[in-house]
T-cell receptor, first 113, second 118 residues
């Protein structure tokens, strides 16, 4: 079992619709959760982070965390063609390895005009 | 403010040769990380420096890899001798005061070095 799992996609989303991305993790002691966006051939860019159960909104992005169920999700509202990218879920596991990000393989999102 | 920079952007070497990758973190960031993505796989952690000290090197694959961060500024990652399976993209990231607040360890990534071992 992978430590961080994501659907690889591609997730095809019409322009203006909501893109919903899911991520599950295996380590129940995980503390911090991050969503990165990566355009092809570019570096991962941090777009959201969440530490507490519940929702966190930032512009068109909403991160949702449910530690009991060990999943974190990302919603992208009013999807734009510029949102087409690979979205990486990353988790820091336990406090004794707080700097180590564990990444999922990423979900490719394609926003169609 | 300049972001994380890495050099070179691409490197093509023959099996058995040595390659040294360099990373300059964001100014003022004490934490520096190395990650690697091999073809078709997820990004994997290699190691973490806090200033010049190795906080966690659990992800280093073997003793052919040597990372240094003399003076707590830039870091180098040397692969010697390189093998075919070392090919991939090597990312460097940095973050600010993760130790003081374990929950606020947002890492900012550099553009990566694409290493090809032939």
């Amino acid at each position: 079992q992978k430590e961080v799992e994501q659907n690889s996609g591609p997730l095809s989303v019409p322009e203006g619709a909501i893109a919903s991305l899911n991520c599950t993790y295996s380590d129940r002691g995980s503390q911090s959760f991050f969503w990165y966006r990566q355009y092809s051939g570019k570096s991962p860019e941090l777009i959201m982070f969440i530490y507490s159960n519940g929702d966190k909104e930032d512009g068109r992005f909403t991160a949702q965390l449910n530690k009991a169920s060990q999943y974190v999700s990302l919603l992208i509202r009013d999807s734009q063609p510029s949102d087409s990218a690979t979205y990486l879920c990353a988790v820091t596991a336990t406090t004794d390895s707080w700097g180590k990000l564990q990444f999922g393989a990423g979900t490719q999102v394609v926003v169609t005009p | 403010e300049a972001g994380v920079t890495q050099f070179p952007s691409h490197s093509v070497i023959e099996k058995g040769q040595t390659v040294t990758l360099r990373c300059d973190p964001i100014s003022g960031h004490d934490n520096l990380y190395w990650y690697r993505r091999v073809m078709g796989k997820e990004i994997k952690f290699l190691l973490h420096f806090v200033k010049e000290s190795k906080q966690d090197e659990s992800g280093m694959p073997n003793n052919r890899f040597l990372a240094e961060r003399t003076g707590g500024t830039y870091s180098t990652l040397k692969v010697q001798p390189a093998e075919l399976e070392d090919s991939g993209v090597y990312f460097c990231a940095s973050s600010q005061d993760g130790f003081r607040d374990l929950f606020h360890n947002e890492q900012f990534f550099g553009p990566g070095t694409r290493l090809t071992v032939l």
